[in-house]
């Protein structure tokens, strides 16, 4: 069973950079693909990045393009992701969700894929910017 | 970027009921589509996926159906349990993308 715990609530200074982190547990880092999903306070959610196992690299939203970095650390299990230049707009709850990267038989189209769809979650990190 | 729909934005229930929830997409998804509950103060959970497969820990009462472009999520005789939000998200393309949520709470 895959857990992932996040890092602690975050307070910025508008212009400022935060860094978010997601331990892994239950299976290392190397096994499972990483995915970075905010929710601005009673709104819905909004996929930032993740981890395409079938290209090998790292997708960003076209809206977070040159703020956000994702990175990870394979010794302790860690993923990172750093935002840039915050706003207040960029005051919401990040999560972090994860799929592992084993492949599953699909019946409709009869052969082995990766489960895209996030099944676990980590308990979100409350990222505030404010003056 | 496949834009996903979901209608209505505010279902109003009663206990026992059973309900339907819409999502569309702008593109097709084949069957790339999974539906997330969030209750409150909770990360989502992966309630369906592949569009008709129930994730482990739901009882029978959620069912997933469609493909292509239009999708159903049905909660039969629902429980107070199953106040919540629902989102379906699009695993079909980059970016990944959801909708704006279905909100169900008692009458």
């Known amino acids: 069973q895959v857990q992932v715990v996040q890092s602690g609530p975050e307070v910025k200074k508008p212009g400022a950079s935060v860094k978010v982190s997601c331990k892994v547990s239950?299976?290392?880092?190397?096994?499972?693909?990483m995915h970075w999903v905010r929710q601005v306070s009673g709104q819905g959610l909004e996929w930032m990045a993740g981890f395409d196992p079938e290209s090998d690299v790292t997708i960003y939203a076209q809206k977070f393009q040159g703020r956000v970095t994702v990175t990870e650390d394979t010794s302790t299990d860690t993923a990172y992701m750093e935002l840039i230049s915050l706003t207040s707009e960029d005051t919401a709850v990040y999560y972090c969700?994860?799929?592992?990267?084993?492949?599953?038989?699909?019946?409709?189209?009869?052969?082995?894929?990766?489960?895209?769809?996030?099944?676990?979650w980590g308990q979100g990190t409350q990222v505030t910017a404010s003056s | 970027e496949i834009v996903m729909t979901q209608s209505p934005a505010t279902l109003s229930v009663s206990p026992g009921d059973r309900v339907t929830l819409s999502c569309r997409a702008s593109?097709?998804?084949?069957?790339?589509l999974a539906w997330y509950q969030q209750q409150p103060g909770q990360p989502p959970r992966l309630l369906i996926y592949?569009?008709?497969t129930t994730a482990t820990g739901f009882p029978g009462r959620f069912s997933g159906s469609g493909s292509g472009t239009e999708f159903t999520l049905t909660i039969s005789n629902l429980q107070s349990e199953d106040l919540a939000v629902y989102y379906c998200?699009?695993?079909?393309?980059?970016?990944?993308?959801f909708g704006q949520g279905t909100r169900v709470d008692f009458k």
């Open positions: 969700a994860v799929f592992l990267l084993q492949r599953v038989y699909d019946k409709i189209w009869g052969d082995w894929r990766f489960p895209k769809y996030f099944e676990y």
């Open positions: 998200q699009q695993y079909s393309s980059w970016p990944r993308t």
């Open positions: 239950g299976n290392p880092l190397s096994e499972v693909s």
């Open positions: 593109q097709s998804l084949n069957n790339n």
């Open positions: 592949d569009a008709s």
